[in-house]
Every structure is written in structure tokens, then in C-alpha cells.
């Protein structure tokens, strides 16, 4: 049995808008699961108190947090061209760049800064596009497995509508997945998992996402795209599949848009209207929030407060590298910038995200999609990041709660790199 107790200042979720703050307290792992928190060493089963003890007085711990949706190839150039729409910038910008993980020297350097970029950060756990490069994605999850981050990880289909350096034919699409999935499937690896990873349907042929459809059955896998993010990119979807009610009509009618136990993650959902809220609904699907994404590629604001509403599952997400952060709790902040927006220019009836709620969606909300993840309550996977604000200092020192603490990192150091990173009861640093 393997075990140790974290001391110091416990903050997790209740639900979405309570936060439960244990000050000077002790948050004990066995076997990579929490087995709760104490605010004494003698509340604890005595079993538990001879696990090593780690002193982390006076700072903050935290439950990991998930990033539901990032495109790993366009980590290099995050902070860069977003003066564009999203299929300009694809075009202009983002195929050109993701051509050259064709080269795997070229992939294994970019993805090694990104891989060591992101295990100093908040998040534990990830979603991520990889390329259409199958040796390239095999060499990202390799990394990934080795850093101890957990991980969904998928080839890209692309086989229209792109330019011809970076478009493969349906059948190419196809079996490069098919061996892509029987690759790393040999490699036994524990930290991560593979996911199908359609582009978007403008770039993905009906044969294709039918055959991507049939796999997601076959093999119960589960699947990340992307959904109703832009207004041009929507009336395309309706001349590419003039048959579907909406663009989340589109994939359901490929068999890949969750429901019947998969899992399903669709990143944006800026301008998903009433019959596609209801299908999301229906299947169970997961929506990616990427706020700083969506205000650099002038895609609008998700009305993520309907979405709670209606009871969706809603996560946090970077979107590098159409956002400019690797930090989901820089993300948390913009969330909640952008719901005073929606609640003041869209809809007055929608009111903004408190950060209870935000907190929420970057733990437990997104955290869920891998499982019993994302909180330090007792049962779930114990992954746990410790934050240092002892150098923020203020005349207030003393009389701020750990809510209040808590929250003022995540505005004034949210890019900072954390002190410690656990995952799955492993200690990274």
C-alpha cells in the first residue's frame, strides 16, 4: 500500500457554486486515490497516519485541472495572427505550419517545448489534436506517457477541403488511423488514451466520418471535434450536409455525436441553437469553452450560462493555439470576463460566472470526462497542484479567506508556474 498526506490550505468543490476550504488540514492518498481531508492528523483511521507526511503549510492545494481541448501542433505560434477569422487563419496560417509535422525531427522539438511547457502548469490532465501525421501523434503520445500527464490523444482526419500538402485520401485517412490505433494500442500505455479526432466536418467527406461512425461502435472510443464556432464555418455545414437540421445534426447522423455510452468532447458551441443544445442534451456531450480563442479569432461568446442551465456537461479549454495561454486557470478569468459580456451586450437574463462556478468547470467539470476526476474528495483520482501566494502581499494579509486567496492567484499569477504537481498520486516536481 502506498500512501502520503499533503498539510496545508485544501480548497475543492462541493458542487457548481459552493467551495468546500479546509485551512491547515490534511489531504491523504492511498494507491493514487484521495482518501479525503482531515483537519487533524488524530481525525484520521490509523492506518492512514503512518503514510510520510508532506508539509506544505501556508500554500494552497488544489484539485488538477483538465484542459478539454487544444491543438498540440500549434503550441509554437501561440500569440501570433490573431487579427483573422477562424478559416482564414486556418488557411493562411495554421495548415501551413501543421504540414511540417510531416518531419519528425521538426515534431519531436516542437512537442517536447510544449510537453515541458505543460506539465509546470495547472493541468493534469488534457485533450488534444495531434496532426494527420500518424509518427508524429505516436511520438506525442509517447512524450506524454513519459511525463506523467494524462492524456486523450488523436490523429486528425482530414481528406477535403484542405490544401493538398495537408489532405490525405478517405481510404489513407482511414487505414492510417486504423494502424495509428493499433500502434499504441501495443504499447500499453497507462497515462494515455487514444481518441478519433475528425477535424470538422468541412474538412472530413460523408464516407469518412461514416467510417469513423462505425469505429466509435466497433470499439467504443471516444471522439473530439468541433461545433458551431463560427458563422461562416456553420453556413458551410448547411451546404456540405444540406440534409441535417444542424450542424450537431451532421455528426449524429454519422454516429458521432456521443450517445449509447460514448464519450463525445465538441469544442466552442458559440452558436449552438435549440435543436443542437437539445442533442447535446440527448447524447451527452461535452463542451469545451475556449473564451480567449474565441475572443482572438472573433468567433463571439458561448453562452455557457444557458448551457449550465440546460444541465450540459461544460469544461474549460486553452484551444491553443487559437487561445494564447497553456494555463486553464488564466482561462477560469477570461470565462468569466467574457459572461459579463454576454450578460450585458447579448442577453441581460444570463448572469455571469461567479468563480465558484469557474473553478467548477476547470475541475470537476472538465475533470469528469476521464472519470471520478477532477476533486480531492474522498474516491477520486487524486491528482492535486500547490500554489504559493505567499509573495502576493497586501495590507490585507490575514483577513482574506481561502476562497478570497485563492481566487486573487488565479487573476494576478494565473500564468505562474505551480509549486508541486500530483497526478493519479504520482508527484511530478
Same mark, same amino acid.
Given at each position: 500500500m502506498n500512501g502520503f498526506i %499533503?498539510?496545508?490550505?485544501?480548497?475543492?468543490?462541493? $458542487?457548481?457554486?459552493?467551495?468546500?476550504?479546509?485551512?491547515?488540514?490534511?489531504?491523504?492518498?492511498?494507491?493514487?486515490?484521495?482518501?479525503?481531508?482531515?483537519?487533524?492528523?488524530? /481525525?484520521?483511521?490509523?492506518?492512514? !497516519?503512518?503514510?510520510?507526511?508532506?508539509?506544505?503549510?501556508? !500554500?494552497?492545494?488544489?484539485?488538477?485541472?483538465?484542459? %478539454?481541448? %487544444?491543438?498540440?501542433?500549434?503550441?509554437?505560434?501561440?500569440?501570433l495572427w490573431g487579427d483573422m477569422e477562424l478559416l482564414d487563419w486556418l488557411n493562411i496560417h495554421t495548415f501551413p505550419e501543421e504540414a511540417r509535422y510531416a518531419e519528425l525531427t521538426y515534431a519531436e522539438n516542437a512537442y517536447k517545448i510544449f510537453i515541458k511547457d505543460m506539465v509546470i502548469t495547472s493541468t493534469t490532465r488534457f485533450c488534444a489534436f495531434s496532426s494527420i501525421h500518424r509518427e508524429a501523434t505516436e511520438l506525442l503520445m509517447d512524450l506524454t506517457e513519459e511525463s506523467g500527464l494524462k492524456a486523450y490523444i488523436g490523429k486528425v482526419n482530414m481528406d477535403r477541403n484542405?490544401?493538398?500538402?495537408?489532405?490525405?485520401?478517405?481510404?489513407?485517412?482511414?487505414?492510417?488511423?486504423?494502424?495509428?490505433?493499433?500502434?499504441?494500442?501495443?504499447?500499453?500505455? @497507462?497515462?494515455?488514451?487514444?481518441?478519433?479526432?475528425?477535424?470538422?466536418?468541412?474538412?472530413?467527406? /460523408?464516407?469518412?466520418? @461514416?467510417? %469513423?461512425?462505425?469505429?466509435?461502435?466497433? !470499439?467504443?472510443?471516444?471522439?473530439?471535434?468541433? +461545433?458551431?464556432?463560427? @458563422?461562416?464555418?456553420? /453556413?458551410?455545414?448547411?451546404?456540405?450536409c444540406p440534409w441535417s437540421g444542424c450542424y450537431g445534426d451532421a455528426y449524429e447522423g454519422f454516429g458521432c455525436f456521443g450517445g449509447h455510452g460514448n464519450r463525445t468532447i465538441m469544442a466552442h458551441c458559440v452558436w449552438s441553437g435549440d435543436e443542437e443544445i437539445g442533442l447535446m442534451k440527448k447524447n451527452g456531450v461535452y463542451i469545451a469553452h475556449s473564451p480567449s480563442s474565441n475572443t482572438n479569432i472573433a468567433s463571439g461568446i458561448a453562452p455557457i450560462r444557458k448551457y449550465l442551465e440546460?444541465?450540459? $456537461?461544460?469544461? +474549460?479549454?486553452?484551444?491553443?493555439?487559437?487561445?494564447?495561454?497553456?494555463?486553464?486557470?488564466?482561462?477560469?478569468?477570461?470565462?468569466?470576463?467574457?459572461?459579463?459580456?454576454?450578460?450585458?451586450?447579448? /442577453?441581460?437574463?444570463?448572469?455571469?460566472?461567479?468563480?465558484?462556478?469557474?473553478?467548477?468547470?476547470?475541475?470537476?467539470?472538465?475533470?469528469?470526462?476521464?472519470?471520478?476526476?477532477?476533486s480531492l474528495e474522498k474516491g477520486y483520482e487524486l491528482d492535486a497542484v500547490v500554489l504559493d501566494d505567499s509573495k502576493l502581499e497586501t495590507p490585507m494579509d490575514g483577513r482574506l479567506s481561502l476562497?478570497?486567496?485563492?481566487?486573487?492567484?488565479?487573476?494576478?499569477?494565473?500564468?505562474?508556474?505551480?509549486?508541486?504537481?500530483?497526478?493519479?498520486?504520482q508527484k511530478l516536481f
Open positions: %499533503l498539510k496545508g490550505d485544501i480548497i475543492y468543490s462541493k $458542487n457548481r457554486e459552493e467551495l468546500l476550504t479546509f485551512p491547515g488540514s490534511y489531504l491523504v492518498c492511498r494507491d493514487g486515490v484521495s482518501e479525503g481531508v482531515y483537519r487533524e492528523l488524530s /481525525d484520521m483511521p490509523e492506518d492512514l !497516519r503512518s503514510f510520510k507526511l508532506i508539509d506544505l503549510s501556508g !500554500r494552497l492545494i488544489i484539485p488538477g485541472m483538465t484542459d %478539454l481541448h %487544444l491543438h498540440a501542433p500549434q503550441y509554437g505560434f501561440r500569440g484542405s490544401p493538398d500538402y495537408l489532405c490525405e485520401t478517405t481510404d489513407e485517412s482511414y487505414e492510417e488511423t486504423l494502424r495509428w490505433l493499433s500502434d499504441t494500442e501495443g504499447r500499453h500505455y @497507462k497515462n494515455v488514451f487514444p481518441i478519433l479526432t475528425p477535424r470538422f466536418i468541412p474538412s472530413c467527406t /460523408d464516407e469518412l466520418m @461514416k467510417k %469513423l461512425g462505425e469505429l466509435i461502435e466497433e !470499439r467504443g472510443l471516444p471522439l473530439q471535434s468541433h +461545433l458551431s464556432e463560427n @458563422k461562416s464555418e456553420i /453556413d458551410w455545414v448547411k451546404e456540405l440546460k444541465g450540459l $456537461n461544460v469544461g +474549460l479549454a486553452t484551444d491553443m493555439s487559437g487561445g494564447t495561454t497553456n494555463s486553464i486557470i488564466r482561462i477560469m478569468t477570461d470565462a468569466i470576463s467574457v459572461s459579463k459580456l454576454y450578460w450585458r451586450l447579448c /442577453d441581460e437574463t444570463k448572469k455571469p460566472l461567479t468563480f465558484p462556478e469557474a473553478f467548477y468547470l476547470a475541475t470537476l467539470g472538465g475533470g469528469s470526462f476521464f472519470g471520478k476526476v477532477g476562497a478570497e486567496r485563492l481566487e486573487r492567484y488565479c487573476y494576478i499569477a494565473g500564468d505562474s508556474p505551480v509549486e508541486h504537481k500530483f497526478v493519479a498520486g
